[in-house]
């Protein structure tokens, strides 16, 4: 008998201290994670879908930023679209069941669910697909533009350095004019007298 009443004492602390695991306050959590088609747990309630009927959204994962707006945490969520994903900083339906009643400030862990139903915005979703495909088309223009340029440069050169030479020009001597036939007159009659003195 005593050992069968140990046994069941040791039963009752261990389902207290897996209850006491269980019970939390929801801004003590870290993150949160929903997924369509999946149940989120209960206690005192039937279990409710992780992500309400009519949410545009398989996934959601959500992280605490530690603060708080009136009381309700705020969160920072990721919402998984097939387009890609989509990131949303604020407040959220995100409903829990209460542990020991329905305004109880501590929460059944596993039992939240959310509520979202948000525009998806082509425009403001990039996925990586859509980036991968920007790098490669910058890259190809980069490369053409290059390749081009260096097929003008090379064109440009080699038809300066291939031009045929400019034909050379001879000049011919210019007629002496009058003035010059003068002066040369006057030079050999120069000349002449000196050598006359010099006799």
């Known amino acids: 008998m005593r050992l069968a009443g140990a046994v069941c004492a040791l039963l009752a602390l261990a389902m207290l201290a897996h209850a006491d695991d269980r019970r939390v306050l929801l801004r003590d959590i870290p993150a949160l994670h929903f997924a369509a088609g999946k149940m989120s747990t209960s206690f005192r ?33 990721h919402f998984s679209h097939p387009d890609g994903v989509l990131t949303r900083k604020g407040r959220f339906n995100i409903a829990c069941e209460g542990y020991d009643h329905d305004a109880d400030p501590y929460i059944l862990a596993g039992s939240c669910g959310i509520a979202c139903h948000l525009p ?25 533009v290059n390749a ?8 440009i050169h080699g038809t300066r350095d291939h031009r045929a030479p400019a034909p050379s020009v001879d000049v011919a001597p210019a007629s002496p004019t009058e003035a010059d036939l003068r002066r040369k007159w006057l030079r050999d009659v120069v000349r002449r007298h000196r050598a006359r003195r010099l006799k």
């Open 148 to 155: 081009f340029f260096s097929c003008c440069c090379t064109y």
């Open 45 to 77: 309630h039937p279990a409710r879908p992780q992500m309400a009927p009519g949410s545009n959204f398989t996934a959601v994962a959500c992280a605490n930023t530690w603060d708080t707006i009136d009381g309700e945490v705020v969160w920072t969520c």
């Open 120 to 144: 998806v915005e082509r425009a403001r979703i990039f996925t990586l697909t859509d980036e991968l495909i920007f790098i490669t088309i910058s890259i190809c223009l980069i490369v053409f």
